[in-house]
T-cell receptor, first 111, second 114 residues
Framework: DAGVTQSPTHLIKTRGQQVTLRCSPK?????VSWYQQALGQGPQFIFQYYEEEERQRGNFPDRFSGHQFPNYSSELNVNALLLGDSALYLCASSFAGGEQFFGPGTRLTVL | AQSVTQPDIHITVSEGASLELRCNYSYGATPYLFWYVQSPGQGLQLLLKYFSGDTLVQGIKGFEAEFKRSQSSFNLRKPSVHWSDAAEYFC????????????FGIGTKLQVIP
């Protein structure tokens, strides 16, 4: 079992650009959640996807959007990047509201 | 809205000494409580969790935590710290049942000195 995988590992973008991050959930999991972890902070919940629908959303602007595919994998899209979007983006998967398993994250740097 | 407070941003302990990391939560309902550990450049690993029942829960790597409802606390303990325990520790809370939106504290960075 590969666990939760994320790609890419690192990413550098400039202000105003758009970025797409990818997540493959743990085998058997149907729910994917995304978190943003700024430097020196705890992870903050962005949103959660289940059955290809956004089920819950945290306090993030509409520039942050996502998608879940029929195979349960997920993408996080961020438009019009700001310097403050620089962070580690964590994906977590779960099944039926159970324990969340976290991936290693994608480190996004916005210059 | 739920919130988690970890009052100690940074803690230094000697190898072999005991450890206690503090966590207080604010939540109206019965919470699900978690402790995660994050090593540099790594994702989050679940150390232990409390949903209900015995208020003293055992986790991996020799860690335990005690849920005290009267104090709204869920402190993490380890009787003897190893150098490999140096990492950042996050306390977290989630809704009891239903969706698992997890709210994290700011984290406590643990340094272990020989």
């Amino acid at each position: 079992d590969a666990g939760v995988t994320q790609s890419p590992t690192h990413l550098i973008k400039t202000r105003g650009q758009q970025v797409t991050l990818r997540c493959s959930p743990k085998s058997g999991h149907d729910t994917v959640s995304w978190y943003q972890q700024a430097l020196g902070q705890g992870p903050q919940f962005i949103f959660q996807y289940y059955e290809e629908e956004e089920r819950q959303r945290g306090n993030f602007p509409d520039r942050f959007s996502g998608h879940q595919f029929p195979n349960y994998s997920s993408e996080l899209n961020v438009n019009a990047l700001l310097l403050g979007d620089s962070a580690l983006y964590l994906c977590a998967s779960s099944f039926a509201g159970g324990e969340q398993f976290f991936g290693p994250g994608t480190r996004l740097t916005v210059l | 809205a739920q919130s988690v407070t970890q009052p100690d941003i940074h803690i230094t302990v000697s190898e072999g000494a005991s450890l206690e990391l503090r966590c207080n939560y604010s939540y109206g309902a019965t919470p699900y409580l978690f402790w995660y550990v994050q090593s540099p450049g790594q994702g989050l690993q679940l150390l232990l969790k409390y949903f209900s029942g015995d208020t003293l829960v055992q986790g991996i790597k020799g860690f335990e935590a005690e849920f005290k409802r009267s104090q709204s606390s869920f402190n993490l303990r380890k009787p003897s710290v190893h150098w490999s325990d140096a990492a950042e520790y996050f306390c977290a809370v989630a809704l009891s049942g239903g969706y698992q939106k997890v709210t994290f504290g700011i984290g406590t960075k643990l340094q272990v000195i020989p």
